[in-house]
């Protein structure tokens, strides 16, 4: 059985970084696409960037191009998302998502397994 464990979220100011972290395990990963959401209150899990581990390739959402990085160790079997330059509203819940295949993957129907989610709050 997958499971995903999130940390490294908190309080930071503008501007400032962050780096969540998901400890991955239960399963070998080189087939899997791995992913990061975020859910604001009231809102549905949007979107945030997501990897091949396999080949590393990357793939993010507009709205945090340029800002954040997405990236694994494999030794480690944990992702990470850097994010840098946040803003107020990057304040959300950030849950790590697992799917077994070699495709993109954007939506979060698409995705198998989840972790439990690690708070991010970002003030003006």
């Known amino acids: 059985q997958v499971q995903l464990v999130e940390s490294g979220g908190g309080l930071v100011q503008a501007g400032g970084s962050l780096r969540p972290s998901c400890a991955a395990s239960g399963r070998t990963f080189s087939s899997y696409a791995m992913a990061w959401f975020r859910q604001a209150p009231g809102k549905e899990h949007d979107f945030v960037a997501a990897?091949?581990?396999?080949?590393?390739?990357?793939y993010y959402a507009d709205s945090v191009k340029g800002r954040f990085t997405i990236s694994r160790d494999k030794s480690k079997n944990t992702l990470y998302l850097q994010m840098n330059s946040l803003k107020p509203e990057d304040t959300a819940v950030y849950y790590c998502a697992a799917h077994r295949g070699y495709g993109r993957y954007r939506e979060s129907y698409e995705y198998d397994y989840w972790g439990q989610g690690t708070q991010v709050t970002v003030s003006s």
């Open positions: 990897l091949t581990w396999g080949s590393g390739s990357t």
